[in-house]
């Protein structure tokens, strides 16, 4: 029997094998189903990732109890992940709930700050066993209410991502090396220079944010780099709502969800099947 896991043997196997292990946000039922199913076709290791958002349309319990069967009946090493959580609080939440891997944004923060609240969330997760990832630098785009203007965007600084890492002993880090929230309006130009300084510094997995629409050759590179987990949201919705929007034209009388939603289902696990393929990490669950 399968259970909710944290992120630490999951990421450190895939550092240590070349692969990421991807993170995909799912919404509901129907995402966490789709998310899963690929996953054991593909026997791969995967990760649901859930916003505040996330847990505000579907309930933080419903969630959690939705991530929790998928980890029950299957054998692939799946974790429900909390993504950009700012609020202790609602760390806390999910943890009691038995939530194992947890995301702390404080990267909008001074740094002290950053390392202060991440350092406060370390010490709770520890309790619960489980992983807690940081974030330091900030992407531009938009994940849900997080909404950052590109002048507002900063790269991950080496020296301090050491730092940072030390004094608060996180799990993962989450970098800013060029990646944006959301789909790209010009091809992103990544910074590998820095990326390879960080890796350099830092022993811990790394974690790339803003992975939709980054080509073949980034996102591998980027893995070959330290980056052992990989986010992709965005470019799971456009598949799922494109197919149903078409589907719901082309058959104005149906009304059964259980029918509507069965193309936009299989669109989205097309895609993330491809993104699976793209991280490696088919075969490695
Ligand atoms: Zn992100």
């Known amino acids: 029997m399968g259970y909710l896991q944290n992120t630490k043997e999951m990421l450190m196997k895939a550092r240590q094998e070349g692969y990421a292990v991807p993170a995909f946000n799912i919404h509901n039922l129907e995402t966490v189903q789709v998310v899963v ?3 054991v076709e593909l026997q ?15 309930g933080r319990d ?26 202790v609080d609602e760390i806390l939440e999910s943890l009691k709930m038995g939530t194992k891997s947890v995301m702390i944004d404080g ?13 406060y969330v370390v010490d709770i997760a520890r309790k619960f066993s489980a992983t807690v990832e940081g974030e330091l630098g900030k992407l531009a785009g ?29 799990d993962s ?25 960080i890796q350099q510094l830092v022993t811990i997995p790394l974690v790339l944010h803003g992975a939709s629409g980054l080509s073949k050759h980034d996102i591998q590179n980027s893995i070959s ?33 259980r029918k509507y939603m069965k193309h936009p289902k299989e669109k ?14 088919d075969g490695k669950a």
């Open 37 to 39: 199913e690929a996953a």
């Open 44 to 58: 791969s290791p995967v990760i649901l990732a859930a916003t505040p958002g996330t847990m505000k349309y579907g």
């Open 62 to 87: 419903y969630i959690h109890a939705i991530a929790e069967v998928a980890a029950r009946g299957n054998h692939v090493p799946l974790a429900l992940h909390l993504d950009h959580h700012e609020d």
């Open 107 to 119: 990267s909008h923060k001074p740094f002290e700050e950053n390392v202060a609240i991440t350092k």
């Open 142 to 170: 938009q994940e849900d209410d997080l909404v950052v203007e590109a002048k507002d965007s900063a790269y991950t600084d080496p020296e301090m991502a050491k730092e940072f890492v030390e004094r608060t002993g996180v």
């Open 173 to 197: 880090l989450a970098v800013a090396i060029g990646t944006g929230h959301g789909l790209y309006e010009t091809k992103p130009n990544l910074d590998f220079n820095r990326l390879n300084e």
């Open 225 to 257: 780099l330290g980056c052992s987990k990989v986010n992709i949201a965005t470019e799971l919705k456009i598949p799922f709502s494109q197919t149903l929007r078409k589907y719901l034209i082309d058959h104005p009388n149906e009304t059964d969800p």
């Open 268 to 281: 989205m696990k097309e895609v993330v099947k491809e993104k699976i393929r793209l991280c490696k990490s």
